[in-house]
């Protein structure tokens, strides 16, 4: 095993303010964009990043459950298999914090969002939603 220290050290570009530069402009530019969309068209974004938000952290934790299985689950459409059913389960519950924060932070925009009460709750909430399967939590050795 090759265990040479620069494969683990980050690459930083010589041109590093130049990079700061276009992604400051992209930022902009991308903030710009929601002030030009239709609400419509803005809550159906945000609907469907939801869904890609909770596909992605399902993956992180190992739980692969397809975008298709969180579209029915939102419709209350769940699979019969349990197993499949309590990945369903956990991204409705994703969603539903997601949506919960979101309110949260619009109706108290200077809410510390890294702060141990926001986190607690949005951690608190997010358990009590979860199917009682993924409630417990076992290492290898059980």
Known sequence: MDSQIHRMAPLLPEEADELQDHALEVIQKSAEL?????????????ELLRIINSYYSNLSEGHHTHPYDI??????????????????????????????M????????EVNVTGREFLCDLHRE?????????RVVKNPSG
């Open 34 to 46: 929601g002030t030009r969309q239709h609400p419509v068209t803005l809550n159906t974004l945000r």
């Open 71 to 100: 579209v029915r689950a939102m419709q209350k459409e769940y699979d019969s298999e349990p197993a499949k059913r309590n990945l369903q389960m956990e991204s409705v519950a994703h969603i539903t914090v997601q949506r919960k």
């Open 102 to 109: 979101e309110k949260k932070l619009r109706e108290k925009p």
């Open 126 to 134: 997010f358990s009590r939603q979860l199917p009682e399967a993924f």
